[in-house]
């Protein structure tokens, strides 16, 4: 069922992959209070958006799946998935948890080195993945392989931290820009379909807004999104491969 993996693809475990309790707590740690569960469907629903535009029968590769929670829902809705992952403990949890499902399969691999054969998937995609990577090259490798492994005509959804949003704080994790991505995939013959972003007020804020707060939060955060997404803390951008 699974045939576009390459042989002999070497691989490394990344120094940023979750290993032991940094990955058996992950879900609980971000998305098990209410605050975690707002933040989970707003990434949730820019992931929808791309079913509106991938067929019923894509092949889909996640980069970066972690514990499965954008795989377990493609599969759910009858996609054929292929998740990698460079930690071997997300991949357990990942597997576990849809043990299940039969379309849906786990590997240990790298973003920047995904062992795959070119134009193997419908859609490729990867979420809270680029600014956790270990430098810029590094992310700008993984969009390069997101590219490569995507069939012609085939999209890819790149989500990453925005650089360009006001008052960003000094931080180690990777940023770039709406427009950096842009011209990279334009260089890379494909065409940008569509540009949003989520996270106005960031997911710091986000964590610590009160429970009685949070509805009209998340009111502004939505309709902010609609005029300013270009600030938002997180982008997504959905290209299209020539």
Known sequence: ??????????????????????????????????????????????LKKTIQIISKNSYVLEVGCGTARFSEFFAKQGFKVRAIDPSPDMIKIAQQKCASLTNV????????????????????????????????????????????????????????ANRSRPFVRNTTSVRLTFNQIKNYAR?????VIKESGILIFSQTVLNKIPLFFLGFWEWVEKLSAIF???????????????
């Open 105 to 160: 399969d786990f590997q240990v691999a790298e973003g920047a080195s995904l062992p795959f054969e070119n134009d193997s998937f419908d859609f490729v995609f990867a979420i809270r993945v680029l600014n956790s990577t270990e430098s810029k090259d590094y992310a700008i490798s993984t969009i390069s392989e997101m590219i490569r492994v995507a069939k012609k005509e085939g999209v890819i959804l790149v989500e990453f």
């Open 228 to 242: 300013i997404w270009r600030f938002a803390s997180r982008g997504y951008i959905i290209i299209k491969k020539g």
């Open 1 to 46: 069922m699974y045939d576009t993996i390459k042989k002999n693809k070497k691989i490394n475990i990344s120094s940023t992959a979750y290993i032991g309790d940094g990955a058996y707590t992950y879900d609980d740690r971000r998305f098990k209070s209410k605050q975690g569960r707002v933040f989970h469907n707003l990434e949730l629903t820019q």
């Open 187 to 191: 260089s890379n013959n494909c065409s």
